[in-house]
């Protein structure tokens, strides 16, 4: 039983070690004896600035400290960087998020510094950003109305060490303030609102502080963005994204009125237009969406890059949505590097969509060329790796790597590069050249052995016939067509000549009319005769036919005789229209018994 308990104890110290491995301590050595904080709130993201006077008051030296994220904003951080001031430039830290055995709560950040010694002191700038922390206030406004937002963070800075010294700047987009907290020494100047100094706060020290005031910038969040990268060893890399966008400002409370925003340039929140910013190299860019190219866009082109302006079809309210999507080709020799097989591409994991640009979610997909292998991805930033796929595309056999990344919460500092490693047999470069050239030649082999080759036994008289039966078919229906057409010009020839009285000119339209029938009618006569002789059935349908043609050519010469009467005033008018009337019926009776043969041919 005492071995047991000796166990027991043993293992619940190895467990307790390797739960606390990975955490750090709290160094109250550390003081903060001067912070200035900037908050930047005027557009829709949260942009504070932390300027950190670290002071070593121990005896040991310090080569980090902890960095405590606002607890009241902290599951919105998007980003966190940190500098120091070097000899020429800022040098950027390394930070990576730890926890504090009794901190459990706090959202903390280890940041490396370069080594501070006994009684010393570094200024350190840490920035972090943070979307959708900026709540509409009012939630819903109409269109000619301004939009409020309500914003709340803590007014000391918020930190494991003690701070002497504490300021806060909040700029806010407008000077129309509707109400912030005062907790003395406070001011307000334009649309600057100070804060401090305060002196000698605890570690961990907490106040609110809120303000209300009139923020107009655009509120755009893209939803979903799915990044497209397909490489090609033959010279280009095309890049297409697909986008849903959301206004997530104030929502629009009524209707929407063309006429108001164009005449009264009201809706100041709303989103018109908004640029993009692209590669210098980019060429044959589209913008479409399901309906087919926007054509509201502008492209302009500069010597480090190339600026799109995007115009949707219609202005974005707070909670109107779009999507839309982009592509453009690059050429690979800026982008993909190589060593004998070993290739590398060197590509931004996102790019500038808009200013102060939120992205909640990505995907990026790179298709690399068939046969890569040995596929290795490295970002700047922490990212979820999703399974590769395979795509097939023109004559590809195997299909090509997918490679997936996912991240969540992007803002305009995840811009960065990432690298994708692989390998690639240039000899492979060969198969979709020599697969073309394969098909064709099998392609041509084919049609050559068949077209020497005689595969009939014995002919086939009854598909003979059919064929021909065919053949004819198709002629009489021609020329039964060109006979319809004539019935018209009989009827336009009798038309204009009541109108024209010029017996003369119809007596001549009459007999290049009569010669033209007469042809066609021998026509079918001939291909009646065929037909007869192919023992078919069709033959009598147009025998049929001929009939009742001659029956309408009586009804046309009937039409005529009556017209030439009234025409010499040997018959009234009156008369006339009703012997017309019952020429055009008997006429048409007959010329639906045509069409009904000439439907069954």
């Not at 040991?60 to 120091?84: C, E, M, N």
């Not at 401090?196 to 303000?211: I, M, R, S």
């Not at 053949?471 to 010009?489: I, M």
């Amino acid at each position: 039983m005492g071995k047991f308990g000796l166990e027991v104890f043993l293992l619940t110290t190895v467990l307790a070690a390797c739960c606390t491995a990975g955490q750090d301590s709290i160094n109250n050595a550390i003081v903060n004896s001067k912070v200035e904080r900037k908050i930047d709130l005027t557009t829709h993201l949260v942009k504070i600035t932390n300027v950190v006077t670290l002071e070593n008051t121990g005896k040991t030296a310090i080569r980090s400290f902890l960095f405590a994220v606002d607890p009241v904003i902290a599951d919105k951080l998007s980003f966190i960087g940190a500098v120091t001031r070097g000899d020429d430039e800022d040098d950027r830290l390394t930070v990576k998020q730890t926890t504090v055995s009794d901190q459990k709560a706090a959202q903390l950040w280890k940041i490396s510094i370069p080594e501070l010694t006994e009684g010393n002191s570094i200024t350190v700038t840490v920035e972090t950003i943070f979307p959708h922390t900026l709540r509409p206030y009012p939630s819903q406004i109409k269109q000619s109305e301004k939009q409020l937002v309500h914003f709340q963070c803590s007014l000391y800075y918020y930190s494991p060490y003690q701070t002497k010294s504490q300021s806060s700047a909040v700029t806010l987009s407008s000077s129309s303030i509707e109400s912030y907290t005062k907790t003395k020494p406070v001011s307000v100047t334009d649309s600057t609102i100070n804060y401090g100094p305060y002196e000698n706060k605890a570690a961990f020290t907490q106040a609110e502080l809120v303000v209300h005031y009139e923020n107009n910038t655009p509120f755009l969040t893209v939803t979903e963005l799915t990044r497209v990268i397909e490489v090609s060893h033959w010279g280009n890399i095309a890049v297409e994204e697909t986008y849903d966008m959301y206004h997530s400002g104030a929502k629009l409370k009524g209707p929407f009125s063309r006429y108001d925003y164009q005449r009264s340039q009201d809706g100041v929140s709303s989103i018109k237009s908004f640029k993009t910013v692209l590669p210098a190299s980019a060429k044959d860019v589209y913008y479409r969406d399901e309906i087919g190219n926007i054509s509201t866009s502008n492209l302009r082109e500069h010597e480090e890059s190339v600026d799109l302006e995007l115009r949707p079809r219609f202005p974005l309210f707070g909670g109107w949505k779009t999507h839309y999507y982009m592509g453009y080709n690059v050429p690979s020799y800026q982008y993909l590097y190589n060593s004998g097989n070993n290739y590398a591409l060197k590509m931004r994991f996102v790019d500038h969509v808009y200013d102060d640009q939120v992205v909640d979610k990505m995907t990026l997909k790179i298709i690399l060329p068939e046969g890569a292998k040995n596929i290795k991805l490295d970002t700047p930033f922490d990212v979820h790796r999703g399974k590769d796929e395979l795509h097939f595309t023109y004559l590809d056999t195997m299909g090509r790597p997918v490679v997936i990344a996912h991240k969540h919460n992007l803002v305009e500092q995840h811009i960065q590069d990432f690298t994708l490693h692989y390998s690639f047999q240039k000899l492979l470069l060969l198969q979709e050249p020599l697969l073309v050239v394969g098909a064709f030649y099998l392609l041509f082999t084919v049609v050559i052995i068949y077209v020497r080759l005689d595969f009939s036994i014995t002919k086939d008289e009854v598909s003979e016939s059919r064929m021909r039966v065919a053949g004819l078919v198709e002629q009489v229906q021609n020329v039964l067509d060109k006979r319809s057409a004539l019935y018209q010009s009989y009827e336009d020839a009798v038309d204009k000549f009541k109108a024209s009285k010029d017996s003369g000119a119809f007596a001549a339209n009459r007999k290049k009319v009569d010669a033209d029938h007469k042809s066609l009618t021998e026509q079918l006569k001939a291909f009646q005769g065929k037909l007869k002789q192919e023992g078919t059935d069709v033959a009598e349908k147009v025998a049929e036919l001929q009939k009742l043609d001659a029956q309408y050519r009586e009804q046309v010469t009937l039409g005529i005789t009556y017209a030439e009467k009234l025409i010499a005033g040997k018959v009234n008018k009156k008369d006339y229209l009703d012997i017309n009337s019952s020429n055009t019926a008997k006429k048409e009776e007959i010329y639906q018994k045509m069409e009904t043969i000439m439907a069954t041919l």
